[in-house]
């Protein structure tokens, strides 16, 4: 019998859990039964899955722990997951595995993101193939392992005489586009880890499509002799609302109702930057003085330690008036649906640059850290479907990239060329299109694992 059961195990972020679980609703739907191995710590919400089993396990994390932004504290907590977890992980997923009964589907692998590179050890003791996903695309993981090798030949950590020079390995980056740590220390050993696990594992799969990124396919099978597998965009197939953290404030469309056709920017930073007061105030200036409609996510703590939008100036919420909506957080792809948005200004977190791509909406680069800066670059200056604000935060410059993109000839040059990209990539989940062929080679994939062990 061929085995079609499927183990997940997400990363605890909203940006990872969300195509976890769209990855998982996907398989479901090929006909496999799924069981999600998950922390407690940012818990995904169970009653949105009952065709789903969930198992909780330990993490260490303290209750009111809140992920910081900062690259350093984000590794060291990647770190620290993997460790707490690697023992927890293991008893859960030998009993999954020891008490499967006679009438339930036999395992036939496990899929985890690839971040948790300690869950190898434990596949290998308990003779399961282990699949990773990574929840982005295909470039910035491979800047990502690069940059080992970067800091060998003395290019990293970044000169300021170096950092507009195009990375040889990667001529589509800047060498500031993946600068991500100073010190290499700690970073190497992680990534080390990462690298190594996801070579032994049985294939990675990414929320990407070859449309957008075949070129970098034979580079990707250099470096990882695996099979891989491009099956995005997952969001266009289940959406991300049922995995939220947060709830959605729902008054966001009916403001939307009242507005003109894309006459709208809409403005987050998705589930983990955050900006200084100062720059937060250049924001609501920035957006007052454009005199565009503007729809604007202020998560809490999206200014460390702010509640929500008590920092604005006095008198800002009546001067804007209706002109303005600021929500906690917003239904995004449904914001990117809507007829009256016109523009997204985002940090290029790769969920939202999926959403935003496949809805045609172009968009301003805010990144922060990680591969954010390089889906920034690819954003602004591969596709050109956006403006990449490099300064630092400014209301002048805010105002002038929302006219170049909300009324120049600029914005709509962008906004035709980005209405290609998004057929392309709604085309490849069709038949015939490649995340469709790719899809059904995983499926094959998967099941050859379970026949092979
Ligand atoms: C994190 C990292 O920051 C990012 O670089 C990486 O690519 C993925 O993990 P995050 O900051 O959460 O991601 O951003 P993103 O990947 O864009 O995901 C945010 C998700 O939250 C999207 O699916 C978006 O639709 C959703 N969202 C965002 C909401 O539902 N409402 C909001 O108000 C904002």
Redesign the pocket.
């Given at each position: 019998m061929k085995g079609r059961g499927v183990i997940l195990f997400p990363m605890p972020?909203?940006?990872?859990i969300?195509p976890m679980l769209q990855l998982a609703n996907i398989l479901h739907e090929k006909g496999f039964s799924i069981s999600i191995i998950h922390t407690r710590f940012n818990s995904p919400n169970t009653a949105n899955y009952p065709h789903f089993r969930f198992y909780p396990i330990p993490d260490g994390v303290s209750e009111n722990y809140v992920i910081s932004s900062d690259p350093v504290r984000i590794l060291d907590f990647l770190k620290s997951l993997n460790s707490n977890c690697q023992t927890p992980f293991r008893d859960c997923l030998t009993e999954l595995i020891t008490t499967t009964s006679e009438d339930e589907d036999p395992i036939a692998c496990l899929v985890t993101d690839v971040l948790w590179y300690s869950t190898q050890a434990v596949a290998d003791d308990l003779k399961l193939p282990r699949v990773v996903l990574r929840?982005?695309n295909v470039s910035s993981f491979l800047a990502l392992v690069t940059m080992p090798s970067l800091f060998q030949k003395g290019y990293l950590p970044l000169q300021d005489s170096e950092a507009e020079n195009e990375v040889p390995e990667l001529p589509q980056f800047r060498f500031k586009d993946i600068s991500l740590f100073k010190d290499p220390g700690s970073f190497l050993e992680f990534i080390d880890a990462v690298v190594r696990e996801t070579k032994a594992s049985s294939g990675i799969i990414y929320n990407s499509c070859e449309d957008l990124e075949g070129e970098f396919l034979t580079k990707n099978s250099n470096y990882f002799p695996i099979p891989v597998f491009l099956i995005g965009p997952f969001h266009k197939c289940f959406p991300?609302s049922s995995s939220?953290l947060l709830p959605?404030d729902k008054t966001c469309i009916s403001w939307l109702d009242k507005q003109q056709p894309k006459s709208v920017i809409y403005v987050?930073f998705?589930?983990?930057?955050a900006i200084q007061e100062t720059e937060f105030l250049e924001v609501a200036w920035g957006l007052a003085n454009s005199k565009q409609p503007f729809l604007w996510?202020v998560r809490p703590g999206l200014v460390q330690g702010s509640k929500w939008r008590e920092l604005l100036p006095n008198g800002f919420l009546e001067m804007v008036g209706e002109r303005g909506h600021i929500v906690k957080?917003?239904?995004?792809?449904e914001v990117l649906l809507h007829p009256s948005t016109g523009a997204f200004w985002t940090?290029c977190?790769?969920?939202?640059t999926l959403?935003s791509l496949c809805e045609g909406v172009p968009m301003i680069c805010q990144p922060s850290f990680?591969?954010?800066m390089t889906d920034a670059r690819f954003i602004s200056h591969v596709w050109r479907v956006g403006i990449h604000l490099e300064s630092k935060i400014e209301r002048g410059e805010i105002e002038k990239a929302i006219r170049r993109l909300m009324v120049e000839p600029e914005g709509q040059e962008m906004r035709n060329r980005i209405k290609l990209l998004k057929q392309k990539m709604n085309l490849s989940l069709k038949p015939g299109g490649s995340s469709y062929k790719s899809l059904n080679n995983l499926v094959s994939h998967i099941l050859s694992l379970q026949s092979s062990k």
């Open positions: 972020f909203q940006g990872h969300s929840t982005t991300a939220s959605h987050s998705g589930s983990v930057a996510v957080w917003a239904p995004q792809q940090h977190g790769w969920n939202s959403e990680g591969d954010q």
